[in-house]
């Protein structure tokens, strides 16, 4: 049986928004500029593929290669500040309860999944999706989708190089949290992934907090 | 100030001339070489008749070309400090472009040696790693920003002493109608990274001098190349060699080739992508 843990915000602050993100869907928000979303893996080991774009300019976005480069860790941890494709920082871990996030993974798509996983794989609803058809609405498209974050999925890399997706570390209620170092729009894809274990083969929800010390919210709680 | 003649149409058209027999102009070598058998390095394992491409790409510097579907590219360091940070678009679709999370991904694989494959995010083959007498890459750091080589060297700037492989990536993407939003995570050739048990990034630097990598194209591909120090290279200094480029006709990986067969994810990476070519053939 699935054991399932809403939690609630890792950060201190008044909630500003409070999401619940079913299994397999789509989330997207601009995290306004110091801004902390906590994002809640409700199930245990569900992988949150998420991207990060300037929200005023989404030319400047995520770049898994500068936020390694910068923090000179193959590894996303507490303190690590998610970069943009100029250097600048976009959000910084300001608490996490898992050993070690990734960045190297990538994202699943229908057209990986047929070398992954065979042909008949390509009927599957991918992480691809979900970003074109949650970008989209931001004006975003193809050429926006870039190597992204998976908050809850663990991807080790071992001494010969070899690499790949393992059974993750998380657990129910556990998360991660980011604060906005501007205003940020952040696009999470909760992985349906059925074929390896970035979400345990049992998509699970997600739950996304924003909070805000010290000043009236901007925006009205939404219902859980 | 000058002591050349250029104050008149005729003077001027004269000594703009001069310049491509220049000795002093040409005495270093990294230009590129039109017609391509010209070249002074021609690989001696390649027919000059085949020849669509020679150039060596100057330390600081970039270069860009289109080249057709079999197309082998042949990358080399001959001083152990070139840097290639490399980036692959479909010329016919450009939206679909290297993909360096499923260039690891698919083959259960982070250090890049001969026979791996670069994938798209379409699941097809832009190029393979045909060959490869370095094994000093890495697929984790990407090229520079400008935020990073002005905090190490002071300046970031394409005309300056120290320019950032973004910069120069963004020009030669600027050459073929691309932005910035064509541009994603680059692989870089001929200085390493290895990654600790702890997680630690950690830079290998290169194999020494005279080190090369082949590269085949699979699919008509836009190559955008920057030659720039690595981000984590420690040398205080803005260390970096020449990169040689020849390219020539071949032919496109196919069944009988050992890549083509080396896992069952390569087979349907080639398999996609022949589908894919042959449909628009």
């Known amino acids: 049986m699935t054991i399932l843990d809403w939690s609630g915000s890792l950060a201190p602050g008044a909630v500003v928004r409070d999401d619940r993100v079913a299994p397999r869907a789509a989330w997207s928000a601009v995290v306004p500029a110091g801004h902390v979303l906590t994002i809640v893996d409700v199930g245990g080991n569900q992988s949150a593929d998420c991207l990060l774009f300037d929200a005023a300019d989404p030319a400047e976005r995520y770049s898994a290669p500068d936020t390694l480069g910068w923090s ?10 998610l970069r943009s494709n100029h250097g600048n920082p976009l959000m910084t871990v300001v608490g996490n309860e898992v050993d070690r996030q990734d960045t190297i993974g990538g994202a699943c798509s229908k057209e990986s999944n047929t070398l992954r996983y065979g042909h008949h794989a390509a009927a599957d609803h991918a992480c691809r999706e979900n970003f074109l058809s949650e970008g989209a609405k931001w004006g975003l498209g193809a050429r926006d989708l870039v190597s992204n974050l998976n908050w809850f999925m663990n991807v080790p890399v071992e001494a010969d190089g070899s690499l790949g997706i393992v059974d993750g570390l998380s657990a129910p209620g556990k998360r991660v949290a980011v604060r906005a170092d501007r205003d940020v729009l952040v696009v999470v894809s909760n992985c349906p992934q059925m074929n390896n274990p970035c979400n345990a083969f049992d998509p699970t929800p997600l739950r996304m907090i924003v909070t805000v010390v010290g000043a009236a919210p901007e925006t009205a709680q939404e219902d859980l | 100030m000058t002591t050349r003649q250029t104050d008149t149409v005729a ?89 360096v999370a499923d260039t690891l991904k698919i083959p259960w694989q982070a250090y890049l040696g001969p026979g791996h494959p670069l994938l798209s995010g379409d699941g097809r083959v832009l190029a393979t790693l045909a060959a490869d007498t370095s094994r000093h890459h890495d697929a984790f750091c990407g090229t520079t920003s400008d935020a ?67 590269l085949v ?65």
Request: glycine share 8%; aromatic share 6%; net charge neutral.
């Open chain 1, 72 to 81: 000179g860790d193959a590894y996303v941890r507490t303190g690590t500040v």
């Open chain 2, 11 to 99: 003077a001027a058209r004269s000594d703009a001339r001069a310049q491509a027999v220049s000795v002093a102009a040409t005495a270093t070598k990294s230009m590129p070489y039109v017609p391509a058998a010209t070249s002074p390095n021609i690989p001696p394992d390649v027919s000059p008749d085949a020849l669509t491409w020679a150039e060596t790409v100057p330390p600081a510097a970039y270069t860009h070309r289109v080249v057709a579907r079999g197309t082998r590219i042949r990358l080399e360091d001959p001083t152990g400090d070139a840097c290639a940070h490399l980036f692959l678009l479909r010329t016919d679709a450009p939206y679909e472009r290297l993909n």
């Open chain 2, 148 to 214: 990073w080589n002005i905090a190490k060297y002071g300046d970031a700037r394409p005309e300056g002493p120290t320019p950032s492989g973004q910069s120069l990536l963004t020009l030669a993407a600027a050459k073929h109608g691309l932005t910035l939003r064509d541009l994603g995570p680059t692989l870089s050739f001929f200085q390493g990274v290895r990654v600790a048990e702890d997680g630690a990034l950690r830079w290998q630097g290169s194999a020494g001098p005279g080190t090369s990598v082949d």
């Open chain 2, 217 to 281: 194209a699979e699919l008509p591909l836009t190559v955008l190349v920057a030659n720039v120090p690595h981000p984590l290279d420690p040398r205080p200094g803005y260390t970096v060699g020449p990169l040689r480029i020849h390219a020539w006709r071949s032919t496109p990986t196919g069944p009988g080739d050992e890549s083509f067969t080396a896992s069952p994810e390569r087979t349907r990476a080639y398999l996609n992508t022949l589908d894919d070519w042959e449909s628009r053939s």
